[in-house]
T-cell receptor, first 117, second 109 residues
Framework: NAGVTQTPKFQVLKTGQSMTLQCAQD?????MSWYRQDPGMGLRLIHY???????DQGEVPNGYNVSRSTTEDFPLRLLSAAPSQTSVYFC????????????????FGPGTRLTVL | SQQGEEDPQALSIQEGENATMNCSYK?????LQWYRQNSGRGLVHLIL?????REKHSGRLRVTLDTSKKSSSLLITASRAADTASYFC?????????FGPGTSLSVIP
């Protein structure tokens, strides 16, 4: 298994540009999520999905869109990039999700380092 | 928010010593997890402890959970230079997993 893969690894955008960060997992995981990590800080949840066709907002969803058309893929779209979105973005997945919470660990991708000028 | 808060923010110890990090959170949880992040890398899962568990072990790691105090601790015994990393606790309730700001651990050879 490749696990959780993210592309690209690095990206530089100009203010106002849009782009999509790709995330894919080959473990048939139901739960997927996107986080951003700013220097010296923990991870903040952007959006998450508990299964194909189901997405919801996390702590910091503004400026980002997601969709989950398949179990494997969970792309994150930046609608109009701003310097405040300069960060490292991590995608994660987990095997199962029950109403009471995650039942398994989250596996993280290697991250995408995004700079917005 | 039910964000966890790690304490201390930074910890520096000598190789061979034990390292203890604490995590406090605000609301009731289902599970609590500890993760490690080496500089510039992704996160690696260490331990998941459920709300009905009080203690778990994995190798040199020992995690405790006190739901009455809304706190957890991570103990790393006989630390090694390779344990130098940032450590995060993450709490989940229903469908959101929220991370704390982390503890930066430096193990000096």
């Amino acid at each position: 298994n490749a696990g959780v893969t993210q592309t690209p690894k690095f990206q530089v955008l100009k203010t106002g540009q849009s782009m999509t960060l790709q995330c894919a997992q080959d473990m048939n995981h139901e739960y997927m999520s996107w986080y951003r990590q700013d220097p010296g800080m923990g991870l903040r949840l952007i959006h998450y999905s508990v299964g194909a066709g189901i997405t919801d907002q996390g702590e910091v969803p503004n400026g980002y869109n997601v969709s989950r058309s398949t179990t494997e893929d969970f792309p994150l779209r930046l609608l109009s990039a701003a310097p405040s979105q300069t960060s490292v973005y991590f995608c994660a997945s987990s095997l199962t999700w029950a109403f009471g919470g995650l039942t398994d660990t989250q596996y993280f991708g290697p991250g995408t380092r995004l700079t917005v000028l | 928010s039910q964000q966890g808060e790690e304490d201390p923010q930074a910890l520096s110890i000598q190789e061979g010593e034990n390292a203890t990090m604490n995590c406090s959170y605000k609301t009731s949880i289902n599970n609590l997890q500890w993760y490690r992040q080496n500089s510039g890398r992704g996160l690696v899962h260490l331990i998941l402890i459920r709300s009905n568990e009080r203690e778990k072990h994995s190798g040199r790691l020992r995690v405790t959970l006190d739901t009455s105090k809304k706190s957890s601790s991570l103990l790393i015994t006989a630390s090694r230079a390779a344990d130098t990393a940032s450590y995060f606790c993450a709490t989940d309730r229903y469908d959101k997993v929220i991370f704390g700001p982390g503890t930066s651990l430096s193990v000096i050879p």
